[in-house]
């Protein structure tokens, strides 16, 4: 088996000492997610997985940003796709997300520029963030009429209820110091500093023993929000799938696609 991966959408490495490298790499659009980025993700993840003496995975984003959410146009032709093609790719998208969440080893995101929507949900799901004092945030699906139920558990875990009913309502944007703040990040560093702050917690990370990590992580997320069983995954799978097929998203979608503030019809369901 490899154990790199240097093209695509989604690179990957393990180095000498069990460390695990992986890279969103889609620069060109901000590292956006696709079905493509997804499905590098979850190979990234299960290809690392394999490795006996995988210590840490730590994740970055290529290029200006980490992660700038969905990408808006790919969304929109999933949109209209069957109902099974959109659950598909929303079980994709939670399972990349769950398998970050629940990995033995212990993840850490190393955060630069924007990061967006589903990119909140990719930091809500790694133990340990680091953030640029230059970096983003927005949890910011509601601003296309889609629901960000997916990550909304991490995210919960990440930040708090009470926090989650600000950011997610609201869609709007905050800087490190406040993702500092409520909880979504660990440390804030300057840009030009963010690698070696990330090695000198990896550093912290390896001086530890490897099984008393996975048994501390296991019982951490114990009755955690994003400790769930399959069926209120596959629940959460299909609010997901079904909010983007709805009439409120295609609007959303819409004004993005034309550069314009999107009709809100008002109604609720």
Same mark, same amino acid.
């Given at each position: 088996m490899?154990t790199?991966?240097?093209?695509g959408?989604?690179?990957w490495?393990?180095d000498?000492r069990g460390?695990?490298?992986?890279?969103?790499?889609?620069?060109?659009?901000?590292?956006?997610y696709n079905g493509?980025?997804?499905?590098?993700?979850?190979?990234a993840?299960?290809?690392?997985g394999?490795e006996s003496?995988?210590?840490?995975?730590?994740?970055?984003?290529n290029?200006?940003?980490?992660?700038?959410?969905?990408?808006?146009?790919?969304?929109d032709?999933v949109r209209a796709?069957s109902?099974?093609e959109n659950?598909r790719?929303s079980r994709?998208?939670?399972?990349?997300?769950?398998?970050?969440?629940?990995a033995?080893?212990?993840?850490?995101?190393?955060?630069?520029g924007?990061?967006?929507g589903?990119g909140?949900?990719?930091?809500? !799901?790694?133990? $340990? *963030?680091?953030?640029?004092?230059? @970096?983003t945030?927005?949890?910011a699906e509601v /601003?296309w009429?889609? +629901? !960000?139920?997916? $990550? *909304?558990p991490?995210?919960n875990d @990440?930040?708090?209820v009470?926090?989650?009913? /600000?950011?997610?309502l +609201?869609?709007?944007?905050?800087d490190a110091?406040?993702?500092l703040?409520?909880?979504?990040?660990?440390?804030v560093?300057?840009?030009? +500093?963010?690698?070696a702050?990330?090695?000198?917690?990896?550093?912290?990370?390896?001086?530890?023993?490897?099984e008393a990590?996975?048994?501390t992580k296991?019982?951490t997320?114990?009755?955690?929000?994003g400790?769930?069983?399959?069926?209120a995954f596959a629940?959460l799978?299909?609010?997901?799938a079904?909010?983007r097929?709805?009439?409120e998203?295609?609007?959303?979608?819409?004004?993005?696609?034309?550069?314009r503030?999107?009709?809100?019809?008002?109604?609720t369901v």
């Amino acid at each position: 088996m490899p154990t790199s991966n240097t093209t695509g959408p989604v690179l990957w490495s393990l180095d000498g000492r069990g460390v695990g490298s992986v890279v969103l790499n889609r620069p060109e659009v901000n590292n956006a997610y696709n079905g493509e980025l997804i499905q590098g993700l979850l190979d990234a993840v299960d290809a690392l997985g394999r490795e006996s003496g995988l210590r840490a995975v730590v994740i970055r984003g290529n290029g200006r940003h980490f992660q700038a959410g969905a990408d808006l146009k790919w969304i929109d032709a999933v949109r209209a796709a069957s109902l099974e093609e959109n659950i598909r790719v929303s079980r994709a998208t939670a399972e990349a997300v769950q398998r970050l969440n629940r990995a033995p080893v212990p993840t850490m995101a190393l955060v630069h520029g924007a990061c967006f929507g589903g990119g909140t949900g990719l930091v809500a !799901a790694c133990d $340990i *963030v680091i953030a640029a004092d230059s @970096a983003t945030f927005s949890i910011a699906e509601v /601003r296309w009429g889609l +629901t !960000a139920a997916i $990550i *909304v558990p991490q995210l919960n875990d @990440a930040i708090g209820v009470r926090q989650m009913r /600000r950011y997610a309502l +609201t869609g709007e944007r905050f800087d490190a110091a406040e993702a500092l703040r409520i909880g979504l990040v660990h440390q804030v560093v300057q840009a030009s +500093t963010l690698e070696a702050a990330g090695e000198t917690m990896v550093g912290h990370v390896l001086e530890n023993g490897p099984e008393a990590i996975a048994q501390t992580k296991a019982l951490t997320l114990h009755r955690a929000f994003g400790d769930f069983d399959e069926a209120a995954f596959a629940d959460l799978v299909e609010r997901h799938a079904r909010k983007r097929q709805s009439p409120e998203a295609a609007e959303g979608l819409a004004s993005f696609a034309q550069k314009r503030s999107a009709k809100w019809s008002g109604k609720t369901v």
